[in-house]
């Protein structure tokens, strides 16, 4: 009798069984699946949902405030004319354009004012575009309100508010306003209290002199700008020639300039400390008298007579600006000098001339002139100026009687 052997594979596997029927299974839902798919109609794909901006409808405001700021700033007053919000993004609130134009490196001059209320002793303070048409942006006051004695320096885009005094009390405070976010910080404090000091930022270092006791050790003190946690260092200086009452202060031809209402100083960085301080020229501590501001490495200042002239530290001396008798009032007082964009700019208080009276209560006027001043190559110095722009700016809800206390360029 023969023996029948079965062979491996013909043995039942119930769990390979299981498995192909598996497979089958999901094959033929896979297949019916896609013949149902392949008879129903196919919806065309859903455009995406568009952000309606209230700036430019067509764009979401992000985009729309990019594209502001690709814009000159002397473009804004046309464009806060467009709609409202146009208005609040150039006038009001500002914040997200300035810092959209800080991102892309964008920056212009600008004007910062500070007017004391006659009533009052704490600084009200508006920026202004050094264009036609520009109204004036109203800053926050100081965390401490100092008074018209105060001192300010910029470093480029920022404002420095030195001393100042505080219901009569002479102050050691630093304040740091940072316009591009409307804000305030406190800096060091000062060695010693200062009124009336000079102020200025000179290679990346802001100096301070004056203001205080003459025989102060902390007569004159430097702050390094560039250090974050900096503290201020005593600058030595001679007792003999220090004064106590400063009314001008400038960085020309690599010095430090001091001027006070006896004799003015002399403050070069690089020379040993003996020979740092000196007086300075008889002709230029004659000619400057009041504020000044420097502009192509010459200095101007407005004389008795209301004469704008300019003083060359080369040739040691001053000439008068031509050009400016029929344009520009004579300015005997409350006039005022910065450097903008490389243009010099006078600043004074004007008058209303509109026809409603009772409005002068309650407004401040102010004009400006931005001056392109040329210098004749030969011969002696001989300067030139011609007005290139020129505007009344309307500060609304500033009382009348306020005057101009500070006036400096920023790059914004």
């Known amino acids: 009798m023969s023996v029948l052997r079965r062979r491996d594979d013909d043995v039942p596997n ?5 498995a192909r029927a598996s497979t089958v299974h999901a094959f033929l839902l896979h297949h019916r699946r896609r013949r149902t798919m392949s008879t129903e109609p196919t919806s065309p794909p859903q455009p995406p949902e568009l952000i309606r901006g209230t700036l430019i409808p067509a764009l979401p405001d992000d985009l729309a405030v990019h594209c502001i700021a690709l814009l000159p700033r002397a473009a804004h007053p046309s464009l806060a ?5 146009f208005h609040a993004l150039l006038c009001r609130h500002p914040e997200p354009l300035l810092a959209a134009r800080r991102a892309l490196r964008l920056s212009d001059s600008h004007i910062l004012l500070s007017l004391r209320p006659p009533s009052s002793a704490s600084l009200l303070f508006f920026l202004l575009l050094p264009h036609p048409g520009w109204p004036p942006l109203p800053l926050p006051s100081p965390p401490v309100p100092v008074s018209s004695s105060s001192s300010v320096a910029t470093d480029g885009g920022r404002l420095f508010l030195v001393g100042g005094s505080v219901a009569g009390v002479p102050a050691s405070s630093v304040q740091i306003l940072d316009p591009r976010a409307r804000s305030w910080s ?3 404090r000062l060695s010693s209290t200062r009124e009336f000091a000079a102020a200025v930022a000179h290679s990346g270092v802001l100096f301070v002199t004056g203001g205080c006791v003459p025989s102060s050790p902390f007569w004159a003190e430097a702050l390094d700008l560039s250090a974050p946690n900096a ?3 005593t600058v030595a200086s001679p007792v003999h020639l220090r004064e106590k009452w400063m009314h001008g202060c400038a960085s020309l ?3 430090v300039l ?3 209402d006896r004799g003015g100083l002399a403050y070069d960085p690089a020379s040993p400390p003996a020979e740092a301080w000196a007086p300075v020229s008889p002709v230029l501590d004659m000619g400057w008298k009041g504020r000044a501001a420097v502009v192509g490495e010459i200095l101007y200042s407005y004389d008795y007579l209301g004469q704008v002239k300019g003083y060359d530290p080369d040739t040691d001396s001053w000439s008068t600006v031509e050009g400016l008798e029929k344009e520009l009032p004579r300015f005997l007082c409350g006039a005022t000098l910065a450097n903008v964009g490389g243009l010099l700019y006078l600043v004074w208080e004007g008058k209303w001339k509109g026809k ?16 392109e001043v040329t210098r004749a190559e030969e011969g002696e110095l001989r300067l030139r100026g011609k007005v290139v722009s020129r505007d009344t700016v309307l500060f609304p809800d500033v009382p009348r ?5 500070h006036c400096i360029a920023l790059e914004l």
Request: glycine share 14%; no cysteine; hydrophobic share 45%.
């Open 14 to 18: 119930p769990l390979g069984n299981q």
């Open 81 to 85: 004319l467009v709609s409202r919000a």
């Open 186 to 188: 406190i800096g060091p």
């Open 231 to 233: 503290k201020w260092k």
């Open 253 to 255: 031809a690599g010095k």
């Open 258 to 260: 001091a001027v006070a």
């Open 356 to 371: 409603d009276k009772g409005e002068v209560s309650s407004m401040v006027v102010i004009e400006w002139a931005g001056i």
């Open 401 to 405: 009687g306020s005057t101009i206390t």
